[in-house]
């Protein structure tokens, strides 16, 4: 199996640009997707993939991915965005099996 | 439209068994892998395990097995999540979601809207 790592919480003024990060091994070898959760929201995907974008889901959000670390950032924050953010990828085990990060809650200020 | 619609909230004691469904529609529901995502309260999202329905193909987190039992119909596109015996600390809000592989990424792309499980005495 593997782990991911984000940090617990990030913060934003409104309107700047900031980045939420996801560490693993199983990174240097698999994508990792990404997911907002708004309270009392089932998760909805917003990046997956080197850096594609599901219809719907605005082009302020991009992601990135070097060596271990994935990153999902969003460029001109929005007070909508306010959320939590989960990465999401396959574990290193090669049996199709996947992991979450511990998720990130973002605040928009 | 793709979708998921998983069954309502169940309230269970200790000890009792529960089987909760998510009914697919609007694909082909025997193409996509279907995975169970545990989210207990205030906590983050936590992955369970994944059924191909097509062949019934099925992988477990190594944190969940043993624990829960995850099958599918294909005939009725639906799959399931079970317990033979409840636990207090199995108290969760549970999602399915659609695995969409392809060569741009994996990624779980279609949600159902939760079945909160609550097992209390």
């Known amino acids: 199996s593997s782990e991911l790592t984000q940090d617990p919480a990030v913060s934003v003024a409104l309107g700047q640009t900031v980045r939420i990060t996801c560490q693993g091994d199983?990174?240097?070898?698999?994508?990792a997707s990404w997911y907002q959760q708004k309270p009392g929201q089932a998760p909805v995907l917003v990046i997956y993939?080197?850096?594609n974008r599901p219809s719907g889901i605005p082009d302020r959000f991009s992601g990135s991915s070097s060596g271990n670390t994935a990153s999902l950032t969003i460029t001109g924050a929005q007070a909508e965005d306010e959320a939590d953010y989960y990465c999401?990828?396959?574990?290193?085990?090669?049996?199709?099996?996947?992991?979450f990060g511990g998720g990130t809650k973002l605040t928009v200020l | 439209e793709v979708q998921l619609v998983q069954s309502g909230a169940e309230v269970k004691k200790p000890g009792e068994s529960l089987k909760i469904s998510c009914k697919g529609s609007?694909?082909?529901?025997?193409?996509?892998?279907i995975g169970w995502v545990r989210q207990m309260p205030g906590k983050g999202l936590e992955w369970m395990g994944i059924?191909?329905?097509?062949?019934?193909?099925?992988r477990y987190s190594p944190s969940f097995q043993g624990q829960v039992t995850i099958s599918a119909d294909k005939s009725i596109s639906t799959a399931y999540l079970q317990w033979s015996s409840l636990k207090a600390s199995d108290t969760a809000m549970y999602y399915c979601?659609?695995?969409?592989?392809?060569?741009?990424?994996?990624?779980?792309?279609?949600w159902g809207q939760g079945t909160m499980v609550t097992v209390s005495s």
């Open positions: 609007g694909y082909s529901f025997t193409s996509y892998w």
């Open positions: 199983s990174l240097r070898s698999y994508y």
């Open positions: 979601a659609r695995h969409n592989s392809g060569y741009l990424g994996d990624a779980f792309d279609i």
């Open positions: 999401n990828s396959r574990d290193s085990s090669g049996n199709h099996l996947g992991v």
């Open positions: 993939g080197k850096n």
């Open positions: 059924i191909y329905p097509g062949d019934s193909d099925t």
